[in-house]
């Protein structure tokens, strides 16, 4: 009969003994601790951590621990998602026996090889960020193809576009003054035109004076009207 208790607790002493540093215990019931790993540094200096915490069940190792990234550094979500699926088939391998050593080193390699992949990654952007600005510049040079669609809808834009531009034409050439209107528009618009000498002659009282010399013996002058030269004001002007 196994005594899970004891190669638990075997392990555990071992465990702080190989991981000095880095070997944390959370808690005895259950037993949960963590492990920090730590790739190593790549050509530029990067490095990429993460820190695995671990729950022992009651039949370790007979049956898989319980693990999760406690904390990480410098992954993305796609590398958790690798770490976690390694630890998997680790742990499925290796049942029977005690195996939280062999499954700290299998991430200890992932986590090299992923230092390794994020220069790729970065030449890969950098390559992708060139290549969208080509094709931005490209795009710019040979200007926007013309289509129905693009047309129609330029079209209509553009439709709205100029009847806001008239309305606010209107409208300044209102305030300003410049919109003027013609005799016949003024009588449409203000009825009280017509009638309006009449009412002025009412308001003074129909007061006007006249100068009845002015036209007295008029028809005792030998007026020709079909002469040329006839000038009524030359005529006035001899009398005086």
Wanted: hydrophobic share 35%.
């Amino acid at each position: 009969m196994t005594d899970y208790t004891e190669e638990q607790i075997n392990e555990l002493e071992a465990l702080e003994s190989i991981y000095p540093d880095s070997f944390t215990v959370l808690s005895k019931d259950p037993t949960s601790f963590t492990i920090n790993v730590t790739s190593d540094v790549g050509e530029d200096g990067e490095t990429v951590e993460a820190t695995l915490k671990f729950t022992y069940v009651e039949k370790y190792p007979d049956e898989a621990p319980l693990w999760e990234i406690h904390s990480q550094e410098n992954l993305e979500d796609c590398d958790m998602e690798e770490v976690l699926t390694l630890l998997e088939m680790q742990a499925e391998e290796n049942l029977g026996m005690v195996m939280i050593f062999t499954l700290v080193t299998a991430v200890q390699e992932k986590l090299n090889e992923i230092v390794d992949i994020m220069k790729n990654r970065r030449e890969e952007e950098k390559r992708r960020k060139e290549e969208a600005a080509e094709e931005a510049e490209k795009v710019a040079f040979q200007g926007t193809v013309v289509t129905i669609e693009n047309f129609l809808v330029w079209k209509a834009k553009f439709e709205v576009e100029m009847a806001e531009l008239r309305r606010k034409k209107q409208k300044e050439e209102e305030q300003a003054g410049k919109l003027k209107l013609t005799g016949k528009q003024l009588f449409e618009t203000d009825h009280n035109l017509d009638t309006s000498d009449i009412q002025f002659l009412e308001d003074a009282g129909n007061n006007v004076e006249v100068d009845e010399s002015l036209f007295q013996d008029i028809e005792d002058l030998d007026l020709d009207e079909n002469d040329p030269d006839f000038d009524l004001l030359e005529m006035g002007s001899d009398e005086d």
